[in-house]
């Protein structure tokens, strides 16, 4: 990826003539995206929605970390989009895509009520939502039969099993689609390049800074904040489990480091039972780097596009992204869907700018970290509102003394 990135650059600089010839490659990519983005995402969002209800309502620990869940994602999206507005990663852009911009905007009547809104949110079939162009006509109808396939139990589990066996097909087709990012993003950036010159990529690294910046407050602050209610240091946490960070950073793969976290977590005195079912779902559903990142990039290419969204439209966004946000699993390439998503459905922001991102793709460790982080800090807010944490045993893991055998095991 880096190489196409840096021959994108090249080609652009050097001969800007042929590098403004090779948006098709981007465009072709893109609608493979597109071709495959609206099964999936029902796929992805009706499985998280009913499979969060399966893991998480048998015990009286699913429900306060479902909530729990719910707050860390509006808060993580929410510190995304503010920390977009403010850094103003994209600002620096001559108006690329901005003709795209204007040209996606263009159907979309001057004024529109909040009923004519309501309404074209609602497909006319089932089927009619995935031939259609609204992403949030999917996301509706996987949102009702996410809940009703929750509500059923195991009447609905062949159902449910069904579904997320297509997901599985239409992951491994992502797969293959993502096997030409490096190309979109040759093309990409070389159209980029020859058309605006070698300034207009700049500000890619400044939203890599951006997103870094914003990564670091989150952990250190919003999370630093549960931690504290807890009883918890998180500059001591995030010592103690440095290893398995250190693994997940190396790697890029954050579910390596789940079994040495499930160790230490219930070494330092966090619940077995807690830690067993808070872990492997946090996994999929507190996700809050991914989350950072989706709602950062979001606003990064409306800056880029010169696309200038208002109160309404940003309270829109926060909205889409709740659902879509539920697709951004521990899977490569699922944020990449997510964030797809959500451009789709709030239909102002060309996708075209997102194969930018691709450039920089690996070099956004933060996100697997916060990831990995948020999940620890997670583990310990519930087993402390639970009252199932054995502080004596914390403290003592967290000093870095010889850690004794959980004494809590309930």
């Known amino acids: 990826m880096a190489l196409a990135f840096a021959a994108g650059m090249l080609l652009g600089h050097f001969f800007p003539s042929a590098g403004a010839l090779m948006k098709p490659l981007s465009d072709g990519f893109l609608r493979l995206v597109g071709m495959l983005i609206g099964v999936l995402i029902f796929c992805l969002v009706v499985s998280g929605i009913a499979g969060m209800r399966n893991r998480l309502q048998a015990t009286q620990v699913g429900v306060k970390a479902f909530f729990y869940f719910e707050a860390m994602t509006v808060l993580s999206l929410a510190a995304g989009i503010a920390g977009a507005l403010l850094l103003a990663p994209g600002k620096g852009f001559a108006p690329v895509f901005a003709a795209e911009a204007a040209q996606q905007a263009a159907p979309a009547p001057a004024t529109q009520s909040a009923s004519e809104f309501l309404l074209d949110i609602i497909p ?23 809940i009703a396939l929750a509500r059923v139990g195991e009447r609905g589990r062949g159902l449910l099993e069904l579904i997320e066996g297509v ?104 619940a077995k039972p807690v830690v067993r079912l808070m872990l492997p779902a946090g996994y999929s559903f507190n ?5 950072l990142y989706i709602a950062m990039a979001a606003v990064f290419l409306a800056q880029v596009a010169h696309v200038d969204l208002g109160f309404w439209q940003l309270l829109s966004l926060l909205g889409i992204m709740m659902l ?35 450039g920089v793709e690996r070099l956004m460790k933060c996100r697997s970290l916060t990831n990995v982080i948020g999940n620890c ?3 310990i807010a519930v087993c402390a509102w639970e009252k199932t944490l054995d502080r004596q045993a914390m403290h003592q893991a967290l000093s870095g003394k010889d850690l004794p055998a959980a004494a809590n095991q309930v």
């Open 167 to 270: 997901q599985q097909v239409f992951y491994g087709m992502v797969g293959m689609v993502l096997k030409l990012a490096p190309l979109a993003a040759f093309g990409a950036v070389a159209f980029m390049i020859g058309r605006y010159g070698i300034s207009s990529a700049l500000p890619l690294l400044h939203f890599l800074a951006a997103i870094y910046l914003v990564s670091i407050l989150f952990v250190f602050v919003v999370m630093g904040l549960v931690a504290r209610a807890a009883g918890c240091s998180i500059f001591r946490l995030v010592a103690y489990v440095k290893e398995e960070l250190m693994l997940v950073f190396f790697t890029s793969a954050s579910i390596a480091a789940l079994p040495g976290l499930v160790e230490k977590l219930e070494k330092m005195g966090c």
């Open 324 to 358: 879509t946000s539920k697709s951004a699993a521990s899977v490569a390439g699922s944020s990449f869907v997510a964030l797809a998503a959500t451009l789709a459905s709030l239909n102002l922001i060309p996708l075209t700018g997102m194969v930018l991102l691709l």
């Open 377 to 379: 800090v997670a583990c």
């Open 124 to 146: 006319s079939t089932f089927t009619g939502a995935f031939t259609g162009n609204s992403i949030l006509q999917v996301l509706l109808l996987a949102l009702l039969t996410g």
């Open 287 to 291: 996700l809050n780097g991914s989350n």
